[in-house]
T-cell receptor, first 111, second 116 residues
Framework: GEDVEQSLFLSVREGDSSVINCTYT??????LYWYKQEPGAGLQLLTY?????DMKQDQRLTVLLNKKDKHLSLRIADTQTGDSAIYFC???????????FGRGTSLIVHP | GAVVSQHPSRVICKSGTSVKIECRSL??????MFWYRQFPKKSLMLMAT?????????EQGVEKDKFLINHASLTLSTLTVTSAHPEDSSFYIC????????????FGPGTRLTVT
């Protein structure tokens, strides 16, 4: 399997919460990231979490990290149509500065 | 935040020609930049690490002579796709690491290459 895995699609209704999940394989991951890519654009860092944390909240975004299960999630509260994009999970392993990306989850927000 | 630009944003070229893509860090110096290729419904594929003043480090399976990388200054890296073919059509994105312990990446907006 791949080093970082995500489901490919998620569809939610506007105003609902979105939860995007990610699993990774390397227990030496030091930082884990969520990037957002809008159509035809590059990636933009949304948030990151250090591996010794289990939760980080930033306005509508909540990141949960379960290091034991190597599971990372991104919750977007009150999802808006402007949140429609591809969301990439990424990790940095100890001793490296090159991130490993998942395939990305396409979030579709419908009225 | 720091900005990384790419030029051109999109280019169409004929098969057999070469295309140069520029990646610039606008308000910070980048001794290292990364070049990615993005396929539809697939993740970013790291092609190479561009190092200022020295040779690029290519990932396994990436042809060095096909994808020439030059990092001539602390703010500019270029990717030249030589003798382009239709299978080289893709979205190419560059990035530069932030000067922070978090190692986050600043990404360029990408270049859509179409080879006819």
């Amino acid at each position: 399997g791949e080093d970082v895995e995500q489901s490919l699609f998620l569809s939610v209704r506007e105003g609902d919460s979105s939860v995007i999940n990610c699993t990774y394989t390397d227990s030496s991951s030091t930082y884990l990231y969520w990037y957002k890519q809008e159509p035809g654009a590059g990636l933009q860092l949304l948030t990151y979490i250090f591996s010794n944390m289990d939760m980080k909240q930033d306005q509508r975004l909540t990141v949960l990290l379960n290091k034991k299960d190597k599971h990372l999630s991104l919750r977007i509260a009150d999802t808006q149509t402007g949140d429609s994009a591809i969301y990439f999970c990424a990790e940095i392993r100890e001793g490296s500065y090159i991130p490993t990306f998942g395939r990305g989850t396409s979030l579709i927000v419908h009225p | 935040g720091a900005v990384v630009s790419q030029h051109p944003s999109r280019v169409i070229c004929k098969s057999g020609t070469s295309v140069k893509i520029e990646c610039r860090s606008l308000d910070f110096q980048a001794t290292t930049m990364f070049w990615y290729r993005q396929f539809p419904k697939k993740s970013l594929m790291l092609m190479a690490t561009s190092n200022e003043g020295s040779k690029a480090t290519y990932e396994q399976g990436v042809e060095k002579d096909k994808f020439l990388i030059n990092h001539a200054s602390l703010t500019l890296s270029t990717l030249t796709v030589t003798s382009a073919h239709p299978e080289d059509s893709s979205f190419y994105i560059c990035s530069a690491p932030a000067h922070r312990e978090t190692y986050e990446q600043y990404f360029g907006p990408g270049t859509r290459l179409t080879v006819t």
